[in-house]
T-cell receptor, first 116, second 109 residues
C-alpha cells in the first residue's frame, strides 16, 4: 500500500497559536482525507483535500479553523488555527489506494497534538 | 441512532480462543465494509475488507457480512496477546468512510 509520512508526530502548543501538519505520500493519489480522533473516541472526518481546488469540509468543520492545502497529488497540509485545549487530538492523514482494492483507506502515522 | 455501532468492550478472551467482534450499520445502501486494528498510540491499520454477503477469510481473521440484517462481524481464531487492541468497524456511505467507536479486545495469556 501507499507509504504515508506525516509530520510532526507530536507537538505541544500554546492556546491561540496555529500548527501545520504535513502529509507526504510516496505515490500519486486522487483522494486524500484528514481525520481527527479525540481522546477515547473514534475517527471523525474533517475534510477531503482536493487537488487544485478548495477542500470539502464536513459538518462542524470550517476552513477558517482548519485550512487545508493540496498543491499536488502527493502532498497535503492541515493547519489547526487559533488552537484551544478542545483541539487536543490525534490528527490523521489518509488516502485511498485503489491498487490494494476498491476504496481501501490507509492512514499515516498521525500527529498527536496537545494544546495547553 | 449512530450510523455505525459497536460494543465498546472490553471483550476479554483467553489466549487460543475465538474472539467475535460485531458491528451494525444504519445505511442500507452501504456497499463496502472494513475492519481496522488500532494499537494504543498508533494509527489504524486495515486488516479486512468485505463487499458481498457471506464470509471472507484471511489467515486467522474471518469477516462476515449480512446486508439484510445490516450486520458485519470479525472473528479472530487462535487469539494471541498481540491481538489486544481496539478494532474499528468502518462502513462506506455515499462517499466517505464512517467509523464505529471501536471495540477494545483483551487477550489474556
Amino acid at each position: 500500500s501507499a507509504v504515508i509520512s506525516q509530520k510532526p508526530s507530536r507537538d505541544i502548543c500554546q492556546r491561540g497559536t496555529s500548527l501545520t501538519i504535513q502529509c507526504q505520500v510516496d505515490s500519486q493519489v486522487t483522494m486524500m482525507f484528514w481525520y481527527r480522533q479525540q481522546p477515547g473516541q473514534s475517527l471523525t472526518l474533517i475534510a477531503t483535500a482536493n487537488q487544485g481546488s478548495e477542500a470539502t469540509y464536513e459538518s462542524g468543520f470550517v476552513i477558517d479553523k482548519f485550512p487545508i492545502s493540496r498543491p499536488n497529488l502527493t502532498f497535503s497540509t492541515l493547519t489547526v488555527s487559533n488552537m484551544s485545549p478542545e483541539d487536543s487530538s490525534i490528527y490523521l492523514c489518509s488516502v485511498i489506494d485503489n491498487r490494494e482494492g476498491v476504496g481501501k483507506l490507509f492512514f499515516g502515522s498521525g500527529t498527536q497534538l496537545s494544546v495547553l | 441512532q449512530k450510523e455505525v455501532e459497536q460494543n465498546s468492550g472490553p471483550l476479554s478472551v483467553p489466549e487460543g480462543a475465538i474472539a467475535s467482534l460485531n458491528c451494525t450499520y444504519s445505511d442500507r445502501v452501504s456497499q463496502s465494509f472494513f475492519w481496522y486494528r488500532q494499537y494504543s498510540g498508533k494509527s489504524p491499520e486495515l486488516i479486512m475488507s468485505i463487499y458481498s454477503n457471506g464470509d471472507k477469510e484471511d489467515g486467522r481473521f474471518t469477516a462476515q457480512l449480512n446486508k439484510a440484517s445490516q450486520y458485519v462481524s470479525l472473528l479472530i481464531r487462535d487469539s494471541q496477546p498481540s491481538d489486544s487492541a481496539t478494532y474499528l468497524c468502518a462502513v462506506r456511505g455515499s462517499y466517505k468512510l464512517i467509523f464505529g467507536s471501536g471495540t477494545r479486545l483483551l487477550v489474556r495469556p
